[in-house]
């Protein structure tokens, strides 16, 4: 299969260092395999948008030298295609409606195993079935990692009551619909990596090969978050930037001794690029870590 990445920011926020390392890191593994590499902007949940987010991640972006090769693809105009594979599932029996609410399931730690009621038809979610059993994979990073769904999630969310479509199931569409070989992101989203595999078999998809990259994490421990107002990185110097994402991703210091331009240091930086020495660092207080 042809290398595909992507880079795929929630236009929550301006794009922080933590986001570019992630942005950098899929560039350059795309690159390095002779790869395509394109952008896709995740808007699915319109509630934690911020108006002209978007436009400001891919600004930052294009400073930076990192620009997609394919025309941008938005998931707030690929509802209908989400609503169709939805049904897909349902009819299979794979999916089912849901009117348990958060404050239901809190005796089993959020963990939905069975309905505890009948569904209501003023607020249904929809859910993916998920029988007993370990779900294993190989990460690029992190080696090999396994999860028992069944005790860690449950029966998870594709669509939530409030009408949204879940992060976890609009990724997984797209990174098909996409050709996505190879994902590419944040340490933080190791923990979603099982639930994406099982949707992935349970609509008869491939498995995206996956590595994990480095939070950079605040002084007490936290991930950055866009939407928590981290530093924007656009009062830095472009060639600065690169340069420090190039260390968080614990890449050859030396190589990039004394380029100054963006250019020169992505030309560099792939024909450098050595994912043998990422470093897997585990995900911050808060996210709950694969077994
Ligand atoms: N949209 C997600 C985020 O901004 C990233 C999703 C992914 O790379 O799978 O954190």
Redesign the pocket.
Known sequence: MRYRG?????P?GPLHFG?LV?ALGSWLDARAHGGEWLIRI?DVDRARERPGAAEAQLATLRRLGLVSDLPIVRQSQRLERYREVLARLVQSGRAFPCSCSRRELASSGGVHRRCLHPPMPARQAVRLRVEAGLECFEDRVFGRCCEDLARSTGDFVLLRADGFFA?QFA?VVDDADQGISD?V??A??LA?TARQRLLQRALGLPHPRTMHLPLVLDASGNKLA?SEGAQAIDREDPAAVLRRAWLHLGQEPSVLAGLRTVQAILAQAQRHWTPARVPPSWPPKGVTAPM
Do not use: H, N, Q, W
């Open positions: 992507r880079f795929a920011p929630s929550t986001s992630a995740e992060y990724v994902v992101r944040g933080d989203l979603s866009k």
